[in-house]
């Protein structure tokens, strides 16, 4: 019996519930959301963007906890476990408490909405919008894992949406320009709430479309920005200035923008989420994100970065550059074969001296040959290729010197092996 599952027993059963890995649509995702009568009593903040999405959740959660709101945060895809994607005042959601949830959206998807076939996300944004609404979170911020107008996210209303950067990813789904992904990602704009555009150049589908639907865009740059000072920073937005705030957590000076993005969303739902400037100088360096620009202590220091499209590649560039110097870089690249690899590597090619390519699962996953041809075409001279990004990553270590530098990046399976490993040298 589905009741009876473990949560690996559950993991398994819904993946394997609708043949495409991805179906974009909402029709499915609606009817068994209205079987289990699920409907958000709270203000919901939903964030979209092609980078930086992660980030400013993590720094929604981590401000409005430091404020003393309860606070549900569903974010994708996981590093190590499931659990990682369901936060219930600030902890990982318990295997009971996922299966219990998963169970009720398998109930209601055999029962009233006949037999529905939902996929892996579908499935799970469910069960997590159900588990925050039997924990009673005071908010729900919720991280739309593709595009945003028919992403599964998007069935619940957004009091207060934020599209971070938008870059060309995913174009098989969301199409080839910036400008028809903007307009994917604006779906998750509803009238007359506030949309926070953290992109310093939209595309113009964007706000479009917020005109049009008669949402309430508020744009970096112009009614929210930062400025960045020597050791410290300040925002302004429609509530005024925060100055003097401690630089975010999160290394990289990119996340002032995400920072900014956050900050703005909680000024727009003041009114019903007041949060005072203190609780934001606590949230932002307390916040703990893994695989974005994750600098581990020791020598030779490893960094760990999800970086997977030319956008993130540009970021982490910069951040490299603004390190101390090394001699060596050593990087264990992994990437998805849907990815733009050659513009990956162009980026980042000159910031590198040794190329540790790794094969990424099938079906998705680039092999270590495809990712060699491409370093080797692009210029790279030291190239060598791995089965496993824990066998480049072991082979990194075995042979870099205490003053180079390791790079682990290319995907959010290329780091979550990597730290998969380094979790069982620990044991």
């Not at 549900?72 to 499931?82: D, E, F, K, Q, V």
């Not at 998807?109 to 939902?118: I, V």
């Not at 909680?266 to 994100?289: F, I, N």
């Not at 960094?303 to 499209?309: G, I």
Request: aromatic letters at 6%; hydrophobic letters at 45%; one cysteine or more.
């Amino acid at each position: 019996m589905a009741k009876d599952k473990d949560l690996a027993g559950w993991l398994a059963y819904i993946e394997q519930q609708h043949p495409q890995a991805i179906a974009l649509g909402l029709d499915r995702v609606e009817r068994v959301r209205d079987a289990m009568g699920l409907a958000t009593s709270v203000p919901v903040i939903t964030v979209a963007g092609t980078n930086g999405k992660g980030s400013t959740c993590a720094m929604l959660e981590a401000i409005l906890s430091a404020a003393g709101y309860r606070v549900g945060l569903y974010t994708s895809p996981h590093l190590l476990r499931y659990n990682e994607r369901v936060r219930i005042a600030g902890r990982e959601a318990d295997d009971a408490t996922l299966c219990a949830a998963f169970a009720r959206v398998e109930a209601a998807r055999t029962g009233k909405a006949d037999n529905t076939r939902l996929t892996y996300f579908e499935f799970g944004t469910l069960a997590a919008v159900d588990a925050f609404l039997r924990g009673a979170v005071d908010v729900m911020v919720l991280e739309v894992g593709l595009g945003g107008r028919l992403d599964a996210v998007n069935v619940f209303d957004a009091d207060c949406a934020i599209i971070t950067g938008i870059a060309l990813d995913h174009v098989d789904y969301l199409g080839t320009t910036r400008e028809a992904i903007g307009r994917e990602k604006a779906g998750i704009f509803r009238s007359g709430k506030p949309a926070v555009i953290a992109d310093p150049a939209p595309p113009a589908s964007v706000l479009t479309h917020a005109q049009a639907i008669g949402a309430g865009p508020l744009l970096i740059g112009q009614d929210f920005g930062y400025r960045a000072l020597r050791d410290r920073w300040l925002f302004w937005g429609t509530a005024g200035r925060k100055s003097g705030l401690d630089y975010p957590a999160l290394s990289g000076r990119i996340q002032l923008q995400n920072a900014s993005a956050a900050l703005a969303a909680l000024d727009a739902l003041q009114q019903v989420l007041p949060v005072q400037v203190e609780a934001v100088r606590r949230g932002l360096t307390a916040l703990a994100l893994p695989g974005r620009f994750q600098v581990l202590p020791g020598c030779p220091v490893v960094v760990l970065d999800v970086a997977h499209n030319p956008q993130a590649a540009e970021v982490l560039a910069g951040n490299l550059s603004g390190m101390g110097v090394c001699t060596r870089t050593w990087a264990v690249f992994g990437m998805l074969r849907d990815k733009d690899i050659d513009a990956v590597v162009r980026l980042l090619r000159s910031h590198v001296d040794c190329w540790l390519a790794c094969t990424l699962p099938p079906p998705r996953g680039a092999t270590a040959a495809v990712l060699a041809q491409v370093l080797r075409q692009a210029g790279a001279e030291s190239v060598r290729e791995f089965e496993s990004p824990a066998l480049a990553y072991a082979a990194a270590c075995s042979e870099a010197a205490d003053n180079d530098r390791i790079v682990v990046f290319g995907s959010f399976h290329t780091v979550a092996d990597v730290l998969a490993a380094r979790e069982s040298t620990k044991a």
